[in-house]
């Protein structure tokens, strides 16, 4: 375990985002209960109709160099520094996922060798308006996907604000599960844009939104050999309801508060309890204080992982100024970059 870093002592919001646990609290948060006995059936059949969509990939169009610069992270987690690592160049793609949605994406390669690895980079709930330069992985071809109805290449009118209630009304329309195709689809879509990935090994990276989604799609697409997942969403939604909170947790929340029914729904799209399904060595970046993702949720992620794994302890996670924020975002790049070179082939 990295080391242990301490929250701030002091913050303008109205509630605990430490929720009053510890990091030996945290390690101990179980997680949910709840998992409908058909939990596995459902995602599998999920999977397997997401196999048969012809994702028709395109190249559309290739960045000029200027796209590396002022690239930031879109997920309100740690971060910023300018772009590290080898030249890369990028591409702007689209493909069509499960329902015959049409998405946009990135897809960016070495710019001097053949790539030696391959992955898909999931984003946050900012969207995905530009692919990042930052990859912990050197020589990687990567997929960065904008997943439906998100900003800025996937906006769809029939997929509105908040993005987190749109379907809830039923495990088959939530808008997880087809975020989920879309990670699935982006593979297909990378396999196709370069046919030369279909043998390398296949990584994973996700922030926030996209970790949490990530943890939902890794366990049933045995095409993932590796996942990285930074301050997590949806993990222990039993738990997370009870908390309060802002950003998307709240929504949920407030739905639950006047329909209780959607536990019903959500326990289908529970991170922690995807979790006890995933047996690909993973990483996870944990925060002891985070007022968007109750950390007791991103460590049930974790703790729930049934493979190998590996946790970095963060200080803080989502939209919060410090002045360690560069420093803290370095030292967690280091230990994810330090996670895929030991997964390595």
């Not at 794994?309 to 919060?320: A, D, N, R, S």
């Amino acid at each position: 375990m990295a080391r242990r870093p301490m929250p701030p002592r002091t913050h303008p919001y109205p509630f605990d985002p430490t929720y009053g646990h510890d990091l030996d609290a945290l390690t101990a948060v179980p997680g949910p209960d709840n998992e409908p006995d058909d939990f596995a059936a459902f995602w599998r059949d999920l999977y397997e109709r997401c196999r048969e969509v012809r994702v028709d990939a395109r190249i559309e169009e290739r960045l000029d160099d200027g796209w590396r610069r002022g690239a930031g992270p879109d997920d309100g987690s740690a971060g910023g520094g300018a772009p590290d690592g080898p030249a890369l160049v990028a591409y702007r793609i689209s493909y069509t996922s499960l329902g015959g949605v049409r998405l946009g994406g990135w897809l960016t390669l070495p710019a001097d060798a053949e790539p030696s690895r391959a992955a898909v980079v999931a984003h946050g709930y900012g969207g995905r308006a530009a692919p990042d330069p930052r990859l912990p992985i050197d020589g990687v071809a990567a997929v960065q996907p904008c997943l439906r109805g998100l900003p800025a290449l996937s906006e769809m009118p029939d997929i509105g604000t908040p993005h987190v209630l749109q379907g809830i009304a039923s495990r088959g329309t939530y808008v997880h599960g087809g975020c989920a195709a879309d990670v699935w689809c982006a593979v297909t879509a990378l396999h196709e844009l370069v046919p030369a990935t279909r043998s390398l090994r296949l990584d994973f990276q996700g922030t926030s939104f996209g970790g949490g989604i990530g943890a939902l799609a890794l366990p049933w697409d045995e095409r993932f050999t590796s996942g990285q997942l930074t301050v997590p969403s949806f993990g222990n939604h039993l738990l997370r309801v009870g908390l309060e909170c802002l950003g998307s947790g709240s929504h949920v929340r407030e739905r639950y508060l006047c329909d209780p029914s959607v536990l019903d729904v959500v326990a289908y799209f529970d991170a922690a309890t995807a979790a006890r399904h995933l047996r690909i060595p993973v990483h996870v970046g944990a925060a002891l204080f985070d007022a968007y993702v109750p950390p007791p949720g991103q460590f049930a992620v974790f703790n729930n992982l049934a493979g190998p794994k590996e946790l970095y302890v963060m200080p803080f996670g989502h939209y919060f100024d410090h002045p360690d924020d560069a420093a803290q975002h370095a030292l967690l790049r280091s230990a994810i970059r330090a996670f895929f070179a030991r997964t390595a082939p």
